[in-house]
Structures are given as structure tokens and as C-alpha cells.
């Protein structure tokens, strides 16, 4: 990538940094919140809880001593417990030191080990929790699939009698029983490509059987960000007709034609709807060498133009009930973090470029791009990221929870924690690796394609 690329416009400049800024603040206010209110429950004082370091802009004190605060720098946040020296909470020794022991139970350094413990780890878990409640949120208000391939209404395409109503329920497709609507998908996507198929659809008290577009058509479902085809300017709904000149019927066959094209250039031509007849243009795009997780495990690299496929119809969703809605939520948290490890597993192993680990501008530029998608777009990258900085910040790298919980491992195994020395090093050693970290991730974003 090119560095003259990334200096937009001031307006692109301002946008994408107002973006990260509230996506990076809402992540690192729910991190530190974490720490503060288990740490109070703990019985460990909390001197000062800040959004961004440097000048302080705007604070106050509550009515148990706590300054909470915004300062001129908008980029992390901390708190600080009593008896800490620093953000990073290292020990005030001459202050420790003059404290009766009723007051040194109440700092970082006093407290039991299970309550310092717990004060850790409740970043990095309030931030998997943030996820969580994203999740339950956006399932609420769009609600999830039901089982049956119950029709709730049917989408525009171009060329084609659409013959599928709202409210009919999908009982056969080409001769193949589809009893529910996993069934009906896979069916669909193992049929070979025809302009159209047959349904047998249960309306209105009985079984007809019609003849309707494809289940699967080269319909834009969803578009990734930062891809060839956001850059393109391509939407949801809009359906691809062509490709280098050659009929497009089926999205397999898209798929098929850009895997084969590799990074050569595509000339695509789109339909969109406007409500009446539709618009027709031309657009040209390349496809990206991109990092994609699979079904199975693992990841795959491959050229991709960043577009998902969508059914020709919308299928019936009803809103769960709070057990499911719990249980959905923490079933796709624990998949963002599973895919997550993976993927830095894969990186360090060298199994997937280290291209795919991002620093502050790659983060900018997707908040930015996610925002630009609309609100429930930018709301599941906070998830995402969300759960990302959970996961790294238990990484057993002193100046990190995870390294302070290694530490407190070692208190617990030992009886006696690491000497202040001891400690006074590895915290210098773990930001050392934690800035050799960020300087690499940094030089992805410059110098990554």
C-alpha cells in the first residue's frame, strides 16, 4: 500500500478518526469499567477513572473519592487503584508504606489475592459481556430465522416473473422434500444452474407447485468492509447480471468466475432497484488476496470481491425468548473468540500472512468504513473488536491482564508474590513487547497491500 493512500481528504480524515475514536472509547470504557466496579466490590479503591491520558479536559469526584475523568487524548483509558504509581498500575511503595494495614487492604497491592485477581480479569471479561449484549441486542431487533421456509416477503430481480408470494411456505423445490428451512438452503445451494426452478408451496390451505427464479441468484446479500466491492460502491439487493460480458444466473457461478480470474480485473454489470423498473450500470473492480475462516477450522486465503450471497426471498424470523437469546449470544461470542485465537495462532505460525494483524490505521480505516455501512454495521465491529481486545489483553505479556494474572498464578503457587524488582523488569520487558507489537501492526497498515 502506497502511504500517499492513506491522507484522505479532511472530511474522509475527520470521519474516520471520529469513528475509531467512539468505537475505541466504548470498548475501553466497558474494559475499565470492568476493572473498576469489581475492584469496588472487592473493597479496592479507585482513585481515578479516565477516558483518554494526557491534559484533563473535563472531571469530577463522586461521593466515594473517585475522579472520573476525560483527558486530551482520546486514545485508551485506565484507573488508577490506590497505592498504584501509574496507569499501569505499578506500586507506590512510599505511599504503601506510611498506609495502616486497614488501608493497604484497600489498594491493588493489599487486597487478597482472589480479589486482585478478580479486579483483572473483569476487563477482559466485561469486554467478551460487551459482545454479548451487542449480540442479544441485534437479535432482538431483527430477531433470528425461524425453522420452517415460511416466505416473508420477495426480493426484486431483474428479468424475472416473480411468482412466490409473501406467506407461502416452501414445502418441495425440483421434486427434493425441504420439511424445514436448513433443509430448503441446502437443497438450494447443491442445485445446478437454471434460470428457474420449481416450488411446491403451501398457500392458502393447499399444496401448488409453480415455477420461480433460482433460490440462490447472483443477489447481493452482504458486502464486506474495506473490499473491492464496498470501494465499488455496491449494496445489498443489487444483482450482478454479468461479469466480462459473460451471463450471470446463479452467485456460484460469480464465485466461480472471480476464484478463476484470480487479481485480474472484472468489468460487472448491475442491476439495481429503484422501485420501478431498476437501474442498469457498468463498474470495474479487482479482486483482493483475502484471509477467510472456515466452516471446518482453519482459514483459507484466496481472491475475494467482498460480496455475500442472499436467498431471492426474505425468510420468516420471530424474536427468542431470553434463555435462547442468552444462549445464542454467548454461542456466537464464543465463535468470534475461537476464530479470533485462531487467527493470531495462524499468524505467529506463519499459516496466514501477518498482514492480517492490524494496527491504528487499519482499525481506523474499518471503523470508518463499518460507520459509512450504517449503525448496525458499526455497532457488530465494536463486537468484534470488543472481543478482540478481551483476548489480547490476556495474553500472559506483563503491563497486560494477562501478565498480572500470571503473576498472581505464581503468588498463589509460591505464597509469596514476585519481588518488586522482579516485577519492575518484566514490566519493562513486556512493553517493550507490547510496542514492538504495535510498531509491527503499524507497519502492516503502511506497507500491507
Not at 506483563?398 to 498464578?409: E, S, T
Amino acid at each position: 500500500m502506497e502511504i500517499v493512500n492513506l491522507i484522505p481528504s479532511f472530511g474522509n480524515l475527520a470521519w474516520t478518526l471520529a469513528a475509531f475514536v467512539v468505537a475505541l472509547s466504548i470498548i475501553v470504557a466497558v474494559h475499565e469499567y470492568g476493572h473498576y466496579i469489581v475492584g469496588r466490590w472487592t473493597g479496592i479503591h479507585a482513585e481515578v477513572f479516565s477516558l483518554g491520558f494526557g491534559p484533563v479536559l473535563l472531571s469530577r469526584v463522586d461521593k466515594r473519592g473517585t475522579r472520573w475523568q476525560f483527558a486530551a487524548i482520546p486514545f485508551g483509558g485506565y484507573v488508577k487503584f490506590l497505592g498504584d504509581a501509574d496507569a499501569a498500575s505499578g506500586k507506590d511503595g512510599t505511599t504503601i508504606s506510611t498506609m495502616t494495614a486497614a488501608e493497604r487492604r484497600h489498594t491493588m497491592h493489599g487486597a487478597p489475592l482472589w480479589a486482585r485477581s478478580a479486579t483483572v480479569f473483569a476487563g477482559p471479561l466485561f469486554n467478551f459481556i460487551l459482545t454479548m449484549v451487542i449480540y442479544m441486542g441485534v437479535i432482538l431487533h431483527f430477531g433470528v430465522a425461524g425453522d420452517r421456509a415460511l416466505i416473508t416477503d420477495v426480493k426484486p430481480l431483474p428479468n424475472a416473473a416473480q411468482t412466490l408470494r409473501p406467506g407461502d411456505e416452501i414445502l418441495a423445490v425440483n421434486g427434493t422434500v425441504t420439511p424445514d428451512l436448513q433443509s430448503f438452503v441446502t437443497t438450494a445451494r447443491a442445485l445446478p444452474t437454471a434460470a428457474t426452478v420449481d416450488y411446491t408451496v403451501a398457500r392458502g390451505g393447499s399444496d401448488v407447485t409453480i415455477t420461480g427464479p433460482f433460490p440462490f441468484p447472483a443477489l447481493v446479500g452482504s458486502i464486506a468492509l474495506e473490499s473491492a466491492a464496498m470501494d465499488a460502491g455496491l449494496a445489498e439487493g443489487d444483482v450482478i447480471m454479468a461479469i466480462d460480458g459473460q451471463p450471470v444466473t446463479a452467485f456460484t457461478d460469480l464465485v466461480a468466475y472471480v476464484k478463476e480470474s484470480k487479481d485480474a480485473p472484472l468489468s460487472l454489470k448491475i442491476w439495481r432497484d429503484n422501485g420501478a423498473d431498476g437501474t442498469i450500470f457498468d463498474t470495474t473492480l479487482t479482486p483482493r488476496l483475502t484471509t477467510n475462516p472456515l466452516p471446518e477450522g482453519g482459514f483459507e486465503e484466496r481472491y475475494l470481491i467482498g460480496l455475500g450471497e442472499g436467498l431471492m426471498f426474505r425468510p420468516a424470523v420471530y424474536t427468542p425468548g431470553p434463555i435462547e437469546v442468552v444462549t445464542i449470544s454467548a454461542e456466537r461470542t464464543w465463535g468470534l473468540v475461537t476464530t479470533t485465537f485462531s487467527g493470531l495462532t495462524h499468524i505467529i505460525t506463519g499459516a496466514i500472512s501477518t498482514c492480517n494483524l492490524r494496527g491504528p490505521i487499519g482499525i481506523a480505516q474499518s471503523s470508518s468504513a463499518a460507520a459509512t455501512q450504517g449503525i448496525s454495521t458499526f455497532i457488530m465491529l465494536i463486537a468484534a473488536l470488543s472481543t478482540a481486545v478481551g483476548l489480547m489483553n490476556l495474553f500472559p505479556i506483563p503491563v497486560l491482564d494477562g501478565g498480572h494474572l500470571v503473576f498472581h498464578a505464581y503468588e498463589a503457587i509460591t505464597g509469596k508474590p514476585p519481588s518488586d524488582r522482579v516485577l519492575r523488569v518484566m514490566m519493562m520487558v513486556g512493553l517493550g513487547l507490547l510496542m514492538s507489537l504495535m510498531v509491527f501492526a503499524l507497519g502492516n497498515d503502511l506497507f500491507c497491500p
